[in-house]
């Protein structure tokens, strides 16, 4: 027990005993220890925290600890899991506890703090998704008495003071919370006599009362009693309290028992980017005013989230090129076009209303026509901006949005003003004015400057973006409906942030991904990589500003390539294809590791392997022209690229211009490949920054390279390969998810779900399940390794389930496209030997979106494409049509639109009861509709036949929250 004293020779300071209990296993060489915000516990410096002993009891391993606290003590703590040199291993989620003494506690009394450790999962629910949108009925603006407060209760002799103390996020405002128990005091086991709980605010219910030592042990549980009288009781176990009897038991206790024990809280959701949405007053692309007409929709189908990609202004190349909702020009700013333009002035002149409707006319097409809504929107604004710029840039909003905002509005108004001066976004040809400074910023943007207007324009613009995201937002939270949005990985190269913060980024890098399902070549994003080490000295402020600007807007939000935080897949910025990259950070294989392996023709692995019969092979007669314009002999029948050649931009660029351009310019497409193929066959890539490090090419096997080594070296490499990729890396990634996550997460309050497909690190799920990140799963692209396909039912709670997502094709164009995966999907699957249907029919969309509604999954989403294929008259358009992104083809033009409006989906009963008795049989919970009283009014069938066709029919059961389907003739 530590003790505190003053100085020898003063006198003591009055003490009382504080004592810890936590139950937590471990594993050996771990143990449990206390930081707290005061001295006696460290002052939050973990290795001067108070260490606990174990000890068993039951079926339980029990840490804890007592020390000495002046009776006037008061401090917050935290448990956390640290090896044998105090090194944290993991630490608590939530919010830090605090100690409250009792008044009046006399010297030597005991407090005991029984504690349960706080896990990620159960901290999600303090997160403003529920807090302040699902489970908001206002509670918090009422609590009843302060938390952790003990009543004015004094020890007497043979008794003790137990105070209770339970955290129920999931429940109505009309209700109260109660422990019943074997005690007395605790009714007997009867409801009605138990002891109520007072509410103390963000879902903490707290009461304590007077227990004889003599009743000890006590077995108890929590209730809920809502305004009807019924009575709902926990789950689990009773839950029980004991106590040592020793000269030294305490005199108090606080039982911190978590969360109320109750079936896991399930939700469903839509996503649809917001430029795929359509409506009747929308110009061309969805509007921010158009997700209040979203909500709605989704309320009445039960959906409690919607989901949108990012929307951040990505005006960069000033063409359809910027339909690239990822490839961020400000990571602060919104997109213009989204703007309502009608919703700028109450004072419109005729004329430009006429204009308005002329344009909506004009670009109500099939798709999105990128830049002629950009040009039609942004010419409208100006004529109004210069009608009422000076009244609006005067008023109070204004000013307030300004100040709170002009840090990045006044970066970004004087780039976009530079970007169209000098035609340019690529700041290193904006001369003197390619180097940010802030006093040039202060000229650009003074009230002074001839173009002062210009950057008033710019001011006006995202003030009104603001305005109508926000207006959207409000309505969705007074709706209980989450909106999502998305935190892409990467910026622009040529982007407000990487002008204003060049120290943030290498720029000589690009950002990608290996190999995998999506391209077995890896992607190219283009982004500069992040310099995390840069970014470390202000406590990543960048990002914490990024993820506060979110969180006006948004309670949720998607981290798009999650991996991204753990290592990123690095290309060398003259490339253009994603193969030959390198992650970043990573453990590379040195020289001298290679030489002791007997590997030593570094030149040989490193440099692309080009025998002539190769270039026979792949160019037929034409290779003497391929070698003669691209490629040098360097001894016999081996060549090498010629150095204006040796990369893939250098290649591109001289296939675009050379002089003798006329002689492949039919071919050009695969002599470009042909030509690429040639410089990836490679099998060690050697470190730019350090000529003796290289990093093993992925998929090394399969090069001719490699091919054509001795066997020595194969099986040296082989190991190498898989050891760097899969093993040698996993606490480096760890340590760096660690280092980062936890400054986002602890940015705001909104909840995060990471988009974790690809190759998957063995490191990166216990990494998200410790931080209570939501992962993402879907069906066709299963995590878990020897499978075809995901099984819903077998997925994780702390997952969002999905049947397609933006960056692959529709559940139809899927369906229709891959007709061996579509038979290979009946038979494991749905478990029937028949021929599959050739079109997704919309009883096969039943059954595929039924198994995801049961799921475990927290939140089961859906596109948008997916959900309105449950009805027929929806499907005429061609599936294909329907995909949202090719992550194949770095120029895909983002430009899908919902061939159907919202207000007609608003008008479709039939859909929307469709969709919502999936919620409602699923036990996903809903929004409370208008007329809403009861889900046991809407009456769901255990077995549904549905007609595919063919003379066939899908009998659909539930069976234990799996729907099951089988295959039978129609008689």
Request: net charge negative.
């Amino acid at each position: 027990m530590v003790n505190v004293g003053l100085v020898s020779g003063k006198k003591s300071l009055k003490t009382v005993n504080l004592s810890f209990r936590l139950p937590y296993f471990t594993q050996w060489g771990q143990s449990i220890l206390i930081s707290g915000s005061e001295p006696l516990l460290g002052s939050w410096n973990v290795k001067q925290g108070l260490p606990l002993s174990p000890f068993h009891q039951g079926g339980e391993l029990i840490w804890c600890g007592r020390i000495a606290v002046p009776i006037s003590f008061g401090c917050e703590y935290s448990y956390y899991l640290v090896d044998n040199n105090r090194n944290v291993l993991r630490w608590e989620a939530g919010k830090k506890r605090r100690v409250v003494l009792p008044e009046g506690i006399q010297e030597g009394e005991v407090v005991e703090l029984h504690d349960l450790w706080q896990t990620a999962s159960e901290a999600l629910f303090s997160r403003s998704a529920f807090k302040n949108v699902i489970f908001n009925c206002g509670r918090d603006l009422n609590p009843e008495k302060a938390p952790g407060a003990f009543s004015n209760n004094l020890v007497q002799q043979d008794s003790l003071v137990v105070q209770f103390k339970i955290s129920c996020p999931r429940i109505d405002e009309k209700t109260s919370v109660c422990v019943v128990g074997c005690s007395i005091h605790l009714g007997k086991w009867n409801a009605q006599d138990g002891l109520k709980l007072s509410y103390v605010g963000e879902y903490l219910w707290q009461a304590d009362c007077v227990v004889q030592k003599a009743e000890l042990p006590i077995k108890y549980k929590y209730c809920q009693i809502d305004k009807a009288g019924d009575v709902s009781l926990e789950v689990g176990p009773n839950r029980e309290l004991a106590v040592d009897s020793t000269p030294e038991s305490p005199g108090y206790i606080a039982l911190s028992d978590g969360m109320f024990r109750e079936t896991p809280w399930k939700g469903a959701g839509v996503a649809v980017p917001m430029f795929s949405i359509r409506s009747n007053d929308d110009l061309g692309v969805g509007e921010f005013l158009d997700l209040k007409l979203l909500v709605d929709w989704a309320v009445d189908s039960g959906f409690h989230l919607v989901q949108l990609l990012p929307v951040n202004d990505t005006s960069v190349h000033g063409m359809w090129w910027d339909s690239y909702p990822y490839s961020s020009l400000s990571v602060f700013a919104l997109h213009p076009l989204y703007l309502r333009v009608q919703a700028l002035s109450e004072n419109m002149p005729e004329d430009i209303k006429q204009e308005i409707l002329k344009e909506k006319e004009r670009l109500d097409g099939k798709d999105v026509d990128y830049e002629a809504t950009m040009a039609a929107k942004l010419s409208i604004a100006k004529k109004i901006f210069d009608i009422e710029k000076d009244a609006i840039l005067a008023s109070t909003s204004f000013q307030k949005f300004f100040s709170e905002n002009e840090e990045w509005l006044k970066p970004y108004a004087a780039f976009c003003f530079l970007r169209d001066f000098f035609e340019t976004s690529d700041h290193t040809q904006w001369g003197r004015f390619g180097h940010y400074s802030k006093e040039k910023l202060e000229k650009l943007v003074s009230k002074d400057s001839l173009h002062y207007d210009v950057i008033r324009f710019h001011y006006y613009i995202q003030f009104h973006l603001y305005q109508q995201l926000s207006e959207a937002a409000a309505y969705a939270r007074r709706k209980k409906v989450v909106l999502k949005g998305d935190l892409p990985i990467g910026v622009d190269r040529n982007s407000v942030d990487t002008w204003v913060y060049p120290n943030l980024f290498r720029m000589n890098t690009s950002t990608g991904a290996p190999p995998d399902y999506f391209d077995k070549n890896g992607q190219n994003w283009g982004f500069p990589t992040y310099n995390w080490e840069e970014m470390s000295k202000d406590n990543y402020a960048w990002w914490r500003a990024r993820l506060t600007q979110m969180s006006k807007y948004f309670t949720a939000y998607r981290i798009d390539h999650i991996l991204g935080f753990f290592r990123i897949w690095e290309l060398p910025e003259h490339a253009i294809t994603g193969l030959l990259g390198k992650f970043r950070p990573s453990i590379p294989l040195s020289q001298e590791e290679l030489e002791r392996e007997g590997i030593w023709d570094f030149d040989r692995l490193s440099r692309p392997y080009i025998q002539q019969e190769f270039l026979q092979e792949k160019f037929g007669a034409f290779w003497t022209v391929i070698a003669s314009n691209f490629l040098n002999e360097y001894q016999k029948n081996f060549y090498e690229f010629k150095e204006e050649c040796n990369t893939e931009k250098k290649i591109l660029s001289k296939l675009k211009l050379s002089a003798e351009r006329s002689l492949w310019l039919e071919k050009e497409d695969k002599i470009r490949s042909d030509l690429f193929d040639l410089l990836k066959n490679i099998v060690l890539i050697r470190d730019p920054e350090d000529p003796r490090k290289f990093y093993p090419r992925f998929n090394l096997e399969d090069t001719s390279s490699f091919k054509d080594l001795d066997d020595h070296s194969k099986n040296v490499l082989k190991r190498l390969y898989y050891d760097y990729y899969f093993y040698r890396q996993e606490d480096l990634w760890r340590q760096n998810a660690l280092k980062t996550l936890p400054i986002l997460l602890n940015s705001s309050d909104m909840l995060a779900c990471g988009e974790d497909l690809g190759l998957i690190p063995s490191c990166v799920h216990p990494v998200m399940q410790e931080l209570g990140l939501i992962g993402l799963r879907i069906q066709r692209m299963p995590s878990e390794p020897g499978l075809e396909f995901g099984i819903p039912s077998q997925y994780n709670y702390m997952t969002v389930c999905a049947p397609s997502c933006h960056d692959c094709s529709t559940l139809r164009a899927w369906w229709e496209e891959n007709e061996e995966r579509r038979h290979s999907f009946y038979r494991t699957i749905v478990g029937s030997n028949d021929e599959p249907p050739a079109r997704c029919v919309p009883d096969v969309v039943y059954f595929i979106l039924q198994q995801h509604f049961d799921a475990p999954s927290m939140w089961a989403i859906f596109p948008l494409q997916d959900l309105i294929a449950l009805k027929e008259e929806y499907t005429t358009r061609p599936a294909v049509e329907e995909t949202i992104n090719d992550p194949t083809n770095p120029k895909h033009y983002w430009r899908f639109r919902v061939h159907v409006t919202l207000e007609s989906l608003a008008e479709d009963t039939d859909l929307k009861g469709a969709i919502k008795d999936l919620v409602v049989a699923s036990g996903r919970s809903y929004p409370p509709a208008e007329g809403d009283e009861n889900t046991a009014a809407i009456s769901i069938p255990a077995t549904k036949q549905l007609e595919i066709g063919e003379g066939k029919i899908l009998q659909v059961t539930h069976l234990n929250g799996t729907p099951k389907m089988q295959s039978q003739a129609v008689l």
